[in-house]
Nanobody
């Protein structure tokens, strides 16, 4: 049974920071690429950032230089440090196992997501 539990979202002012956390279970975490995705209405969930088992990373152009993805294999956790937040970053963020070929989400099961709201 795959379980993905996101946390760390909230309300933050423009220019502020948040750190999102994802706790994963029921997967071979150590050798899995992991990704963060946001919901795009009419387009499904889109990749924000991904990290491979050997810690190579991939970022959407819109977040390069502002967001950093990381992982802690000892804790089966993946994180997304979000800096210099803007209202355009407002969305529900989800984690999932990521394909090594194109970083698309692997599992049809999604967690509850965590809401990020950037507003003054």
């Amino acid at each position: 049974q795959v379980q993905l539990v996101e946390s760390g979202g909230g309300l933050v002012q423009p220019g502020g920071s948040l750190r999102l956390s994802c706790a994963a279970s029921g997967i071979n975490f150590r050798f899995s690429a992991m990704g963060w995705y946001l919901q795009a209405p009419g387009k499904g969930r889109e990749l924000v950032a991904a990290i491979t088992w050997d810690r190579s990373t991939k970022y959407a152009d819109s977040v390069k230089g502002r967001f950093t993805i990381s992982r802690d294999n000892a804790k089966n956790m993946v994180y997304l440090q979000m800096n210099s937040l803007t209202p355009a970053d407002t969305a529900v963020y989800y984690c999932n196992v990521a394909s090594n070929s194109d970083y698309s989400p692997i599992y049809t099961y999604w967690g509850q997501g965590t809401q990020v709201t950037v507003s003054s």
